[in-house]
């Protein structure tokens, strides 16, 4: 079982909904990730909080807005998404990382499955 | 030429037989690497460290080859539960940061 808890599992939204993604970690890891996956491929970096600062925005746009609360949360909030946003959202944490480092010890949560109508 | 190439496959593999698997990676001065495992419709999970002496988990052993610039996985009297798709994963720098990064995967099929 995984360490990591990501809510919801699934989500469907209309294009012009509002939503949020939320995932918790309590094994005192200090870098949070968001990751993106498309059917077939590999997870793609969005963001990544060290310390509860942003240190890594991959240019993702700016309908997806990031936020860590504290060290053990982390939010992505969606507006405005388009169709092609539908893939699974994968929120992970290791126990450090940083702008010049990153450790690959990624634990994963079971992600959520986004369909926007 | 990509950063981290896997063959996609897939590997279509009797129960009981000896696989492996290859993957390149571009930049040198990569620092450390991984193998995750991702089944179908899950989250990826660790499944080895590679290390420069290489390592040994029960039926899974990976090597890294730094003059030539892969690692390799080897699996041992595959299980049907090894089914899945292998992610390699390099820590190399980019834009003076050093990141994930993340090979497309090989997809193995064991079959009965």
């Known amino acids: 079982d995984t360490e990591v808890t990501q809510t919801p599992k699934h989500l469907v939204m209309g294009m012009t909904n509002k939503k949020s993604l939320k995932c918790e970690q309590h094994m005192g890891h200090r870098a949070m990730y968001w990751y993106k996956q498309k059917a077939k491929k590999p997870p793609e970096l969005m963001f990544v909080?060290?310390?509860?600062?942003?240190?890594i925005n991959e240019s993702v746009p700016s309908r997806f807005s990031p936020e860590c609360p504290n060290s053990s949360l982390l939010n992505l909030h969606l507006h405005a998404l388009q169709p092609e946003d539908s893939a699974l959202y994968l929120c992970?944490?290791?126990?450090?990382?940083?702008?010049?480092?990153?450790?690959?010890?990624?634990?994963f949560g079971e992600g959520s499955r986004l369909t926007v109508l | 030429r990509k950063e981290v190439e896997q063959d996609p496959g897939p590997f279509n593999v009797p129960e009981g037989a000896t696989v492996a698997f290859n993957c390149t990676y571009s930049?040198?001065?990569?620092?450390?690497f991984f193998w995750y495992r991702q089944d179908c419709r899950k989250e990826p999970k660790l499944l080895m460290s590679v290390y420069s002496s290489g390592n040994e988990d029960g039926r899974f052993t990976a090597q890294l080859n730094r003059a030539s610039q892969y690692i390799s996985l080897l699996i041992r009297d595959s299980k049907l539960s090894d089914s899945a798709t292998y992610l390699c994963?390099?820590?190399?720098?980019?834009?003076?940061?050093?990141?994930?990064?993340w090979g497309a995967g090989t997809k193995l099929i064991i079959k009965p």
């Open positions: 930049n040198s001065a990569s620092q450390s």
């Open positions: 909080y060290s310390y509860e600062k942003l240190s």
């Open positions: 992970a944490s290791s126990l450090s990382g940083g702008p010049t480092f990153v450790t690959g010890e990624l634990f």
């Open positions: 994963v390099v820590n190399m720098e980019r834009d003076s940061n050093y990141q994930l990064i």
